[in-house]
């Protein structure tokens, strides 16, 4: 979980360091931010946090009962704690649960804050929504990675299966 929070971090240092080379100045960036990204980042920011939360019971569900509740998943557990015997059965689970849920509360605070802080015409606030902007989606980036790494070695493993 500290690796997805450090890289989102990292990435929005990065996205912000842009911002601040390519502005003029900062009273032109701040107009442009205003007329053209404000908007548009708080109502994709919030359709996204919200869907997410809507379906991240779902998610979280459905990954431990097809997944992580499998025969296949137990053996090949079984085998990985002979190696190392402190990994837990459903650490994953609770990994991607605290993954999606930093990415729906990074995703709702960096969309109110488009239409909060957003509003102050002052430097400071145009940092703090882009770096929040920025964080947020780069942890919907990591979420979506870390859904089709489970999703993937589900598909492997159940195109292995023998037909019954």
């Not at 849920?101 to 239409?115: E, G």
């Not at 002052?122 to 929504?129: D, G, I, K, P, S």
Request: hydrophobic share 55%; glycine share 4%.
């Amino acid at each position: 979980m500290i690796r997805f929070v450090l890289l989102a971090l990292l990435f929005a240092t990065a996205v912000m360091a842009g911002v601040i080379y390519v502005s003029d100045g900062s009273e032109e960036a701040m107009i442009f931010y205003g007329k053209n990204i404000r908007a548009p980042l708080f109502t994709g920011l919030l359709t996204v946090g919200s869907f997410l939360l809507s379906m991240k019971v779902f998610i979280v569900v459905k990954f431990k009962e097809t997944v992580f509740d499998a025969d296949w998943y137990k053996k090949r557990l079984e085998d990985r704690r002979k190696i190392d015997p402190k990994i837990e059965h459903y650490a994953p689970v609770r990994n991607l649960s605290q993954v999606l849920f930093a990415s729906i509360a990074s995703a709702i605070i960096a969309s109110l804050s488009q239409v909060t802080i957003g509003l102050i015409p002052h430097v400071a606030a145009l940092t703090f929504c882009v770096i929040t902007a920025s964080f947020a989606g780069a942890m919907l980036v990591q979420t979506l990675l870390l859904v089709r790494s489970i999703l993937t070695e589900w598909l492997d493993h159940t195109e292995k299966k023998p037909p019954v």
